[in-house]
Every structure is written in structure tokens, then in C-alpha cells.
């Protein structure tokens, strides 16, 4: 202990003299424990000696101290500052850039000139002013005459969109509901150029599949009129015990038969207009325990494969090309552009207590994005297939739509698929899209 302590106090005085080039006189007085190895005060000089020479070396340490603190933090905040505008140049700098890009972008990407073509619905409460809104837009945006055609009762979206590619148009856009919209894409499926779609009206579903917003014109029109196509599906309905020559009808979302159709069927168009999708609720609760189907569905696939499943019973057979409807998922495993159509047949039982089932089996896949059915929906079933068609045969007819739209009864009726048959402007591009006014015609 003796020795730690004694050279301990050599210790200090070194590091005295070498910071003031001299030992003080502190340290000079300082008694040696060797000396006085019973004195008591040793410590406590030592301590002193300490204290001492530490105010002797740093004479103003407190006023320092305080000092650093407030310097301290007046550095700190012209850091942050200094580091808050040199990000702040940065994300001006790097917006500019991009806004410098997509100019050059659309600059490049412009065509000499593009005739635009809008298919209007005028039964739509919304049409003529959608109608002048499109027409303050394209004066605005430098769009040179613009063409405008309306659907009538004995001249449908296709009459009026081949109408407009005759004479010449470059896009042909839909405004209007799904109807609108279905019929005008009969007409451009494998054409030379694009499809736009202004939503108004009730469902749009095709419009809520794609991205297109239903709620802002203005942004459906930039949408519209962008140079941003991607490519997508047609499903067909035909209705082969159909004695009409046009009983071919192409959809985008879902055709059925059997429940959804009739209860489409009797949706009141007024209540439809007041309550929005609450009104086809209504309608159903009038055919919830109609008679069911039975039949065969001959399915094939991209394989070639061909797949029988006989004797099925259903309420109601959907084929899909999108999946999602307005706060549910009907087919999760649906998409647009992937050349296979996704068939469901749906049955239920012990009366209302097996729509409660079907319901829940919905709210699963809607939360889960899962096709598989929830184990919990015990009193009803969906069979759920894909393939590049499926041929229905049934023991006897049914009521038949296709995106909403009612066609006749039929037993025997086929779904097929046209891949990519329609360049669809969207707002989200993937690596497959094409970014162009007008492009070449996609083949089988």
C-alpha cells in the first residue's frame, strides 16, 4: 500500500511538471509516507495536493466547462441546420431532374399527332358535364380536335368505336359505366391502338382492377391521354345454343350464369343510382333460394390439357378476368394478363344459414388473398378451376351477363380467353408494357 501510494504521488507530480514545466510547491511540501508512515493527514494532504494542482494546471476548468456546454449546443444546431438545407437542396435539385426527364420524356414520346376518339355514354346523369370537362382539358393540354360519339339504343359502344377508328383515330377512350366500357373494348381487341377508359356510373370495375381512378376525372383523363399502355386479357362469353349471329360477347371482369345474373337482373336501375352497390343486396335476397344448376364443365388448359367435371351442382358459374369487386376479392388468384381465365361455381345450403358461409368464405379471401376457402364455411362450397376455356353444358337454362350486362338464357355456353388482346392505358407500367400512342397489334 506504501508503494502504490508513493509512486502514485511521483506519479502526479510528473504529469505536474511536465504540464507547467515546473513541480509545484504543493508537491515540494508534500511529506513522504516513508517519512511519516503513521501520519493520519497523509491522505488527506495528498487529496489536497491534488486539488491543488489540478487548479493550478487548469485554473478556469468550470468557467470552461460551462462555456463548452453552450458552445456545444450552438454547434450542434448549426449542424442540424447546415444538414437540413444541404437535404433540402438535394431533394430540390433531384426534383428538378426528374421533372427535366419526364418532360424530355413526354417531348420524346410525343407523336406528331394524336386524334383522340371519347365514347360517351349520354344516359349517365354525369355525361355532359364530364363531356365539357373533357373539352376545357384537351384545350387546355393542347389536344387539337378531339373526336366525341355517342353510344344511342341501336348503336352500341362497338358501333361507336369502329365508327371512330374509320375515321381515324389514334386512342379510342370509353366514358361511361362497365357496359361502356366492355362493348367499346370489343371493338379494339387485337387493333393497332390504344384504350382509354374515363369511368362514370356506378360499378367501373374494370377502372378499379386497372389502377384508373373513378373518383377524379382529371387524373383518369391524364391516364387517359398518357403514352402508357399495357397489355391485357378479353375474356368471351358465347352462348352456343343461341340462334342470334352475334352471340359472342367479350367481357373484361366476370361473366355468370344463374344467381348473379338474375339477381342483376332485377336490380332496380333507381335504387341503383341512390344506393350504389347496396341495390344488387336487395335484388338478392329475392332468388337466395331459386333452383339450382347441374351439369358438366369441360375445362382446358394452357397445357392443352382437357379436364371433365360431371355432374356439378351450383347456384350460380363465374368466369373471371379480374378478381376484385368493390370491398371484396372474388378470385384471388385472378389476373389480367395471364391468358387463363379463373372459373368458380358456387353452392349453397341449409338456407340462410349457408349464405352467411358463402359471405364469410368471401371476407376470407378478401383478408387472406387466398383462394383456398376458409375451413369455417361449412354450409356452402366453391369449386374454383382455370383454364384457356371451359364449355358448359347444363340439364337445363339459365339466365346468362357478362360485366353486367344481361344476355339471354342458355344451357350450353362456352368461356374462352384472347390473351393480351387489348393495350389498355394505365397508370402503373410493368416491364411488359409499351409506352406509345399507337402500337403494332398483339398476336395470339
Known amino acids: 500500500m506504501v508503494v502504490w501510494e508513493c509512486s502514485y504521488c511521483r506519479f502526479f507530480g510528473w504529469l505536474a511538471d511536465s504540464a507547467v514545466g515546473m ?46 456546454w453552450g458552445t456545444f449546443a450552438t454547434v450542434a444546431a448549426i449542424i442540424v441546420l447546415a444538414v437540413l438545407i444541404v437535404l433540402g437542396i438535394i431533394a430540390s435539385i433531384r426534383k428538378e431532374r426528374r421533372q427535366q426527364e419526364l418532360a424530355q420524356t413526354v417531348e420524346r414520346l410525343s407523336d406528331d399527332h394524336i386524334t383522340y376518339a371519347f365514347i360517351i355514354n349520354p344516359s349517365k346523369p354525369e355525361a355532359e358535364r364530364t363531356r365539357l370537362y373533357i373539352k376545357d382539358y384537351c384545350s387546355i393540354h393542347g389536344i387539337e380536335n378531339p373526336l366525341f360519339i355517342d353510344t344511342q339504343l341501336d348503336k352500341d359502344g362497338r358501333a361507336c368505336a369502329e365508327e371512330a377508328l374509320s375515321m381515324g ?50 387524373v383518369a383523363l391524364s391516364v387517359a391521354t398518357s403514352h402508357g399502355s399495357r397489355r391485357v386479357d378479353m375474356g368471351r362469353m358465347s352462348l352456343l345454343d343461341s340462334a342470334e349471329p352475334e352471340h359472342e360477347h367479350g367481357f373484361l371482369v366476370i361473366a355468370g350464369a344463374g344467381f348473379d345474373a338474375n339477381m342483376i337482373n332485377d336490380t332496380d336501375p333507381e335504387l341503383k343510382a341512390n344506393i350504389s ?6 335484388a338478392a335476397f ?99 378451376y382455370q383454364g384457356i376455356s371451359a364449355e358448359v353444358i347444363l340439364n337445363k337454362p339459365v339466365l346468362a351477363e357478362v360485366d353486367g350486362d344481361i344476355l339471354s338464357q342458355s344451357n350450353h355456353f362456352l368461356f374462352t380467353v384472347d390473351r393480351k388482346a387489348l393495350l389498355v392505358r394505365a397508370p402503373q407500367l410493368d416491364s411488359s408494357a409499351e409506352v406509345t400512342g399507337s402500337l403494332p397489334p398483339v398476336q395470339k
Open 23 to 68: 513541480r509545484t510547491s504543493t508537491h515540494d511540501e508534500l511529506p513522504s509516507p516513508h517519512t511519516t508512515p503513521n501520519n493520519p493527514n497523509f491522505m488527506k494532504q495528498l487529496c489536497n495536493s491534488e486539488k491543488n494542482a489540478t487548479q493550478h494546471i487548469f485554473p478556469d476548468m468550470n468557467k470552461i466547462m460551462t462555456m463548452s
Open 169 to 218: 383515330a389514334d386512342v379510342v377512350i370509353a366514358v361511361g359505366g362497365d357496359g361502356t366500357v366492355r362493348t367499346v373494348a370489343s371493338a379494339m381487341a387485337y387493333s393497332t391502338h390504344a384504350f382509354g377508359i374515363i369511368p362514370i356510373g356506378t360499378g367501373n370495375l374494370f377502372a378499379r382492377n386497372m389502377g384508373i381512378p373513378v373518383d377524379n376525372i382529371e
Open 286 to 384: 329475392k332468388h337466395l333460394f331459386g333452383k339450382k344448376s347441374r351439369g358438366t364443365i369441360l375445362i382446358r388448359t394452357a397445357s392443352g390439357a382437357q379436364h371433365t367435371v360431371d355432374n356439378v351442382q351450383f347456384r350460380t358459374i363465374m368466369a373471371g378476368n379480374c378478381g376484385n369487386i368493390p370491398g371484396f376479392t372474388l378470385m384471388p388468384d385472378a389476373q389480367f394478363d395471364d391468358g387463363i381465365l379463373d372459373i368458380e361455381t358456387i353452392d349453397t345450403r341449409s338456407g340462410i344459414l349457408g349464405w352467411m358461409s358463402l359471405l364469410w368464405d368471401v371476407i376470407h379471401k378478401t383478408v387472406t388473398r387466398s383462394s383456398k376457402q376458409s375451413p369455417f364455411a361449412t354450409h356452402a362450397t366453391v369449386r374454383q
Open 277 to 282: 352497390w347496396f341495390a344488387y343486396f336487395v
